[in-house]
């Protein structure tokens, strides 16, 4: 890797630990104002310091978050399709790689649909962003989406897709968390970080599922929902990086959330 990719990836990978906490913020492009994500600007200020980085689009950058951030930017450069359109999976680049520059983005990331029918189409983007952040010297996240078919979250299938998108060049790959995750990170040659995903039924399950994918080799979590859908959610990213970052328990991190819940100048895990 030349120098500027190295540095800008060392920025969201923290080199200390390996690992990273990354805030995905980036749902209103095909989902709209989701539930909790209606004001960005207000989601995300209280918790935007605890983020290792924060992965959004360009409109939301501009509009939502205060240009003296220190926090690196993940900016999304792919879209083009909605909830309610006919294919998920018919995604195409929507902003260009001067842009991502001029935003002074730390990576970039677009979604690849292995599978189906514009599986060729998402390739091509992949690999077209890839030539272009070798020559500007940025990292290019492959964020491996199954559409609505969500039945597809097995580990032979994430394997294959986070696989694929390493060969054609991503420096990065997020992807789901699944049964026998070790083999998908085994199989894969670059980082690999999990997605959040829905909201779960409660923090806990959230933290288990963090924990459970830094243990079986992700460098960390991109989590979204699961943070800024909870009703404490400063307490919940200083848990997730409980786990990801000082290598908590499950059950260690969901005592420093409680604390942190009851008391928000509590700021380490007991004893």
């Keep these: 890797m030349s120098w500027g990719l190295q540095n800008r990836l060392s920025k969201i990978i923290k080199p200390d630990t390996g690992r990273t906490v990354m805030l995905a ?28 980085s924060l992965m959004l689009t360009r409109g939301v950058l501009r509009t939502s978050v205060d240009n003296n951030t220190s926090t690196p930017i993940v900016l999304r450069v792919s ?15 929507t902003t260009s790689m001067e842009e991502a520059v001029r935003l002074n983005a730390s990576a970039i990331a677009l979604s690849v649909f292995i599978g189906s029918k514009h599986e060729r189409q998402t390739l091509d983007s992949l690999s077209e962003l890839v030539n272009q952040g070798e020559r500007y010297g940025m990292p290019v996240l492959a964020v491996t989406a199954v559409g609505k078919e969500l039945e597809k979250r097995d580990a032979r299938y994430l394997a294959l897709c986070c696989r694929i998108a390493a060969e054609l060049g991503a420096h990065f790959v997020k992807t789901y968390y699944c049964d026998e995750f070790e083999k998908v990170v085994e199989g894969c040659p670059v980082p690999v970080v999990i997605a959040g995903g829905p909201k779960l039924d409660n923090e806990l399950d959230a933290l288990k599922l963090a924990y459970n994918a830094v243990q079986r080799g992700a460098v960390g979590v991109d989590m979204g929902r699961n943070i800024w859908q909870s009703k404490y959610s400063e307490a919940m990213i200083k848990a997730v990086r409980a786990i990801v970052h000082e ?8 005592e420093l959330f409680i604390a942190l819940r009851d008391d928000p100048k509590k700021v380490t895990l007991k004893g």
């Design 25 to 52: 913020v980036d749902h209103g492009y095909f989902l709209g104002p989701t539930n909790s994500l209606e004001n960005p600007r207000k989601t995300i200020e209280p918790i935007l310091n605890d983020a290792d």
């Design 79 to 93: 879209g083009g399709t909605s909830i309610v359109g006919p294919s998920l999976e018919n995604e195409v680049i």
């Design 247 to 254: 290598n908590a328990s499950p059950e260690q991190a969901h």
